[in-house]
């Protein structure tokens, strides 16, 4: 019988573990293996297998000493990860209590309309916010600050850096982060039984208490993901910064993340380093599963899994 439980659990396991094995242990094992090799400009039959050891790490390690503008990349990833994250998660937070306090129609109504970022395609959202933000006259906000007579020419909101540049990399992309959490936090709480909610309002609890007491005790699995999944998720986005950088909407040092950086030194214009951005890729990853791990730690995850005592 137990053979038989363990065979069913394996086949249904399977497609799973091959596909974590195809487009997640492969890849990182041929990055790790790339960050110590020359490789450049895609001519694998040259530098593939040119082992130049810890050379890449190092070049890395001397421009965060030295480079300035390797400098920026990396205080924008701190910023810009850090105050997203928080945005994310406590925007939708607070978007999925509120909507759960309205009635079901306006509920639904203000849902939809916060998740039109999310399905819009990622040029599309982009180019409105570039017009949004643009530098001159044509900018949306300038263009409706100086009809108000706030200022008298155009500012370009994007190259002011450093926070200029942040303040917009971290507007358009939370926008797109809160919808997420909304989502997965609507949907934990549609799980909570009605009736608990419904004796706290005839003990006369305000809609405060009752998410403070009864709501977000039951919510801890559902933070923790959200809190993981978008700290993982920041720290390897770049679609919406790319766009931003290359249309020269903000600054190119305080527009760029560390994954920005890995793709831009993989495959952006002019000489491509493979080996620096699969050595920067590593990094990256290492920062990720301590990331995820100390998350996993603070918000007691070993606590959480463990067999409750006595019967329930």
Not at 130 to 154: D, E, R
Not at 196 to 208: K, T
Not at 288 to 299: A, D
């Amino acid at each position: 019988m137990r053979n038989e439980k363990l065979r069913d659990l394996s086949f249904f396991l399977f497609p799973m573990v091959f596909m974590v094995v195809l487009f997640y242990i492969i890849p990182l094992v041929l990055t790790v293996y790339i960050s110590f090799t020359g490789m450049r400009n895609w001519n694998v039959d040259r530098y593939l297998h040119q082992v130049v050891g810890f050379y890449n790490y190092e070049r890395l390690f001397h421009m965060f000493r030295y480079d300035p503008t390797f400098k920026a990349v990396l205080l924008t990833t701190v910023v810009f990860v850090g105050i997203t994250l928080i945005i994310n998660v406590l925007g939708g937070l607070g978007l999925a209590l509120a909507t759960f306090f309205m009635r079901e129609k306006p509920a639904s109504a203000f849902r939809l309309l916060w998740l039109l970022p999310r399905m819009s395609p990622i040029a599309v959202y982009s180019l409105v916010w570039y017009y949004f933000f643009h530098g001159s006259s044509i900018g949306t906000l300038n263009s409706i600050l100086m009809k108000l007579g706030i200022i008298n020419q155009p500012i370009p909101w994007g190259q002011i850096i450093p926070w200029g540049a942040w303040s917009v990399i971290i507007f358009v992309n939370g926008l797109v982060g809160v919808s997420f959490g909304m989502i997965v936090f609507t949907s934990a709480l549609n799980q909570i039984p009605k009736e608990l909610v419904i004796a706290a309002r005839v003990d006369g609890a305000s809609a405060w208490e009752i998410s403070r007491r009864i709501l977000l005790p039951l919510m801890k699995w559902h933070f923790l993901y959200v809190l993981t999944w978008q700290f993982l998720s920041l720290l390897t986005t770049y679609p919406h910064l790319f766009l931003l950088v290359e249309w020269d909407l903000v600054d190119r040092d305080y527009g760029t993340t560390l994954a920005l950086y890995v793709f831009n030194t993989a495959f952006g214009r002019g000489e491509q380093d493979q080996g620096l951005a699969a050595a920067a890729a590593v990094v990256l990853s290492i920062l990720g599963i301590i990331g995820g791990l100390i998350t996993l730690k603070v918000l007691q995850f070993e606590k959480m899994i463990k067999r409750p005592r006595g019967d329930l």
